[in-house]
């Protein structure tokens, strides 16, 4: 960003500070604060470190008046946006999730009541019927906990990572006996943050990890620490199916399946929601993997300590 302004300068363009969506965008992106009102001041507070060493106070003013301006008007702009998104999911909730419940709800009991007055081929639409309108159900659920995701104020306390694996790794083998899975977990990968949003990121990341080993006779998923350039990397690694790198993006965009359905069932936006609470922690997310020789997820958080 400073060499974008810098640029515009010595080119003459700009005299008078006005700023481009270019930098504006780097500005604005270069906030990882959990509210739109802490990323006005955490910009803010930026442009004023950047430019203390220029003695025409007068020019840091009028910058400073522009990008505080144009941060108020995108404040505002996505407060609204927040707003007519809690209605939204207030109607969805209510207008959509109650009359599949009640489709779930008859179908069931049509096929309890009435199985002796329908033939093999009639139970199977009831059937196709019911697991529609159940997934149908879980979908909606799932979208509105990741819309949520974006507005919802974040908690600060200390989270232990490994512990959130361990207990899902426990309910995973429980519910599965007769799989054969080696656990590899790091313990006391602590950090700061939403301890419920950071169970249901570690969550999805296990289950994923559970679901495309699935094929293997003895599958492994291992979960640990590793030093980075600027912060400690977590990750989550196993050895199932992997992925083409050339769709290694694709997989956090929501419905964007690499694999088959019917293979490996689920809502699609699963690892849409862990990028989402993991932005919201001012981290990444990103995958490595090879066809056939597993995937590993790293993923980093402001705060990492082990």
């Known amino acids: 960003m400073t060499d974008a302004y810098k640029a515009k300068r010595n080119n003459?363009?700009?005299?008078?500070?006005?700023?481009?969506?270019?930098?504006?965008?780097?500005?604005?992106?270069?906030?990882?604060?959990?509210?739109?009102?802490?990323a006005v001041h955490t910009s803010l507070e930026t442009i004023r470190n950047m430019l203390q060493e220029r003695p025409n106070n007068e020019e840091i003013s009028l910058l400073t008046q522009q990008v505080e301006r144009l941060l108020t008007e995108q404040t505002e702009r996505l407060e609204s946006i927040n707003r007519d998104l809690e209605a939204f999911n207030y109607s969805v909730a209510h207008d959509l999730c109650a009359p599949l419940r009640r489709i779930c709800g008859f179908t069931r009991a049509l096929q309890e009541q009435y199985a002796g007055m329908l033939d093999l081929e009639g139970m199977d639409y009831l059937e196709r019927i019911f697991k529609s309108s159940q997934h149908m159900n879980d979908l909606i659920e799932a979208l509105l906990q990741l819309s949520q995701l974006s507005y919802l104020s974040l908690k600060r306390e200390v989270v232990d990572l490994s512990e959130i694996v361990s207990d899902t790794a426990a309910d995973l083998a429980q519910g599965t006996p007769e799989r054969k899975v080696e656990f590899l977990i790091q313990p006391r990968i602590r950090t700061f943050g939403d301890q419920n949003l950071l169970e249901i990121a570690m969550k999805n990341l296990l289950r994923n990890a559970w679901k495309f080993t699935q094929m293997r006779d003895v599958a492994r998923i291992e979960f640990g620490a590793q030093e980075s350039a600027s912060d400690k990397t977590c990750f989550v690694k196993d050895n199932g199916i992997g992925f083409d790198?050339?769709?290694?993006?694709?997989?956090?965009?929501?419905?964007?399946?690499?694999?088959s359905s019917s293979e490996f069932p689920g809502n699609g936006i699963g690892l849409t929601t862990v990028q989402r609470i993991i932005n919201r922690h001012g981290g990444r997310i990103w995958a490595e993997g090879e066809v056939d020789r597993g995937a590993t997820f790293f993923f980093t958080l402001q705060s990492c300590i082990t």
């Open 245 to 259: 790198m050339a769709n290694a993006e694709r997989m956090f965009h929501a419905f964007q399946r690499l694999h």
């Open 12 to 38: 003459g363009e700009g005299r008078y500070l006005t700023i481009d969506k270019e930098i504006a965008s780097s500005m604005l992106n270069a906030s990882y604060a959990v509210d739109l009102k802490s």
